[in-house]
């Protein structure tokens, strides 16, 4: 993960200074793509193991919510 926040940090310094070929900007586009997924899956992880203790001890694992859109 550190190589992959290394290289979008090299990509965004060059960006600023002296631009992206068309190659380096699919690879940037990629590379972020790869940081999402894994930030969102680290954030799943961490929320699949979060349990509520209520006042007698007993635990409750989270459950997922889901959100209604109005159309």
Avoid: C, P
């Avoid at 380096?24 to 203790?53: C, H, P, W």
Wanted: no cysteine.
């Amino acid at each position: 993960m550190d190589e992959l926040i290394k290289r979008i940090n090299e990509l965004y310094a060059k960006s600023k200074n002296q631009g992206l070929s068309e190659e380096e900007k699919v690879e940037q586009a990629e590379l972020r793509k790869k940081y999402i997924e894994s930030f969102r899956q680290g954030v799943k992880n961490t929320m699949d193991n979060v349990r509520i203790v209520d006042k007698d001890g007993n635990q409750t694992k989270l459950e997922r919510k889901t959100k209604k859109f109005k159309s």
